[in-house]
Nanobody, 123 residues
């Protein structure tokens, strides 16, 4: 079982990035998926979650209106479109899967984790 996050990089403040998380080893179409991030010296925090069907989403207040989570179950892939990036969005971003298909912001309820991708926003 593997979650492979990609799409991170260096971007100027106000710019955009799209992260992808490709799942393999099992079918994740019934799982809720989430994105979390960890900035240097800080604890990992919730960013966004999406239900198994894609109809339900949930965002941290800090990214609401700027980030959009989506999924393509046919490709076993979840995305995080990040717009209007700020320096405080700089972090390693992790994707995670929760066998229960219900969205959740609590990272303790996620069963599988990817390795992370670095996002750096320069001001």
């Amino acid at each position: 079982v593997q979650l492979q996050a990609s799409g991170g990089g260096l971007v100027q403040a106000g710019g955009s990035l799209r992260l992808s998380c490709a799942a393999s080893g099992r079918t994740f179409s019934n799982d809720a998926m989430g994105w979390f991030r960890q900035a240097p010296g800080k604890e990992r925090e919730f960013v966004a979650s999406i239900g198994w069907s894609g109809r339900s989403t949930y965002y941290a207040d800090s990214v609401k209106g700027r980030f959009t989570i989506s999924r393509d179950n046919a490709k076993n892939t979840v995305y995080l479109q990040m717009n209007s990036l700020k320096s405080e969005d700089t972090a390693v971003y992790y994707c995670a899967a929760r066998r229960s298909g219900v969205i959740d912001g609590d990272q303790r309820r996620y069963d599988y984790w990817g390795q992370g991708t670095q996002v750096t926003v320069s001001s």
